[in-house]
């Protein structure tokens, strides 16, 4: 299946600092999506990308499809406790499936 | 307006039991998905749906099967259950099966196979 590289794979901020996390694959996608999911519940979608070079903000967050098609980017700025959680990229090509990155565990420090 | 609900939250079966996880919608959305989740894989696609009566296999469909009878439901079953199984289960759903729709997620079926 398609690799999605996601890193960091974890972090540790201080409350206030901004985060920049990013995803990469082998092929081409059509849309890229972010995805955050808390402890014992399932991924809540945050952001979703359809075009390249598309840059679109949600509040602190602030996502961009990469010009390849190949990568995609999140930035939170500005961190509180309520980011913690794991971060999830997820790409659909031309097919019908999506494909998720491994995640980014992010903790942080009040 | 429930979104997408799952039951059961929670299930232990002994090897060789099947059993059907369930999942709903109730937006009409013609899209549906089963994924995976294992501690550092992230999410890996099992089957999905584009819609009713029309059932495809994703990355890691073997010892599962799926029908899709109406739009709202999509039921995921477990044949012989092993424990290479015992994972966290998510059904998810979108709008259309065209680029960019975005998926909605239950709040999952922990299942341990022992």
């Known amino acids: 299946g398609q690799q999605l590289n996601q890193s960091p794979q974890s972090m540790f901020i201080q409350e206030g600092e901004d985060v920049s996390m990013n995803c990469t694959s082998s092929?081409?996608?059509?849309?890229w999506l972010w995805y955050k999911q808390d402890p014992g519940e399932g991924p809540v979608l945050l952001i979703a990308?359809?075009?390249?070079?598309e840059l679109t903000s949600n509040g602190r967050l602030t996502a961009q499809f990469g010009i390849t098609r190949k990568d995609s980017f999140l930035n939170i700025s500005a961190s509180i406790p309520s980011d913690v959680g794991i971060y999830f990229c997820?790409?659909?090509?031309?097919?019908?499936?999506?494909?998720f990155g491994t995640g980014t565990s992010l903790t942080v420090i009040p | 307006n429930a979104g997408v609900t799952q039951t059961p939250k929670f299930q232990v079966l002994k090897t060789g039991q099947s059993m059907t996880l369930q999942c709903a919608q109730d937006?009409?959305?013609?899209?549906m998905s089963w994924y995976r989740q294992d501690p550092g894989m992230g999410l890996r696609l099992i089957h999905y749906?584009?819609?009713?009566?029309?059932?495809d296999q994703g990355e890691v469909p073997n010892g599962y099967n799926v029908s899709r009878s109406t739009t709202e439901d999509f039921p995921l079953r477990l044949l012989s259950a092993a424990p290479s199984q015992t994972s966290v289960y998510f059904c998810?759903?979108?709008?259309?099966?065209?680029?960019?729709?975005?998926?909605?997620f239950g709040p999952g079926t922990r299942l341990t196979v022992t």
């Open positions: 998810a759903s979108s709008r259309d099966r065209g680029f960019g729709y975005e998926q909605y």
């Open positions: 997820a790409g659909q090509n031309t097919g019908n499936q999506f494909y």
């Open positions: 749906s584009v819609g009713a009566g029309i059932t």
């Open positions: 092929s081409i996608f059509n849309t």
């Open positions: 990308l359809y075009k390249a070079g």
């Open positions: 937006m009409n959305h013609e899209y």
